[in-house]
């Protein structure tokens, strides 16, 4: 999905890309120094190898 976006035009991050933990605190503050807490950002959260799984969560206005 992010090759994808950035294929797009969308302005994307990456708040994690290798085996490490963050605090949700710590992964909203990534995006938010990135983009602002402003009300027309997105963020989507995808955990594709969470739990052999493929799920998703999007949350919006990260205050």
């Known amino acids: 999905m992010y090759d994808r976006f950035k294929e797009l035009g ?3 991050i990456m708040t ?3 085996d490490i933990t ?4 710590e992964r909203a503050n990534k ?4 983009f602002g ?3 027309d950002v997105l ?3 995808n955990h594709i190898n969470a739990g052999g799984g493929d799920s998703h969560c999007v949350i ?4």
């Open 16 to 18: 994690r890309d290798n």
């Open 22 to 25: 963050l605090t949700p605190t």
């Open 60 to 63: 919006q206005n990260i205050s």
């Open 10 to 12: 969308i302005p994307v």
């Open 31 to 34: 995006a938010k120094s990135a």
């Open 37 to 39: 807490n402003y009300q």
């Open 43 to 45: 963020v989507i959260s």
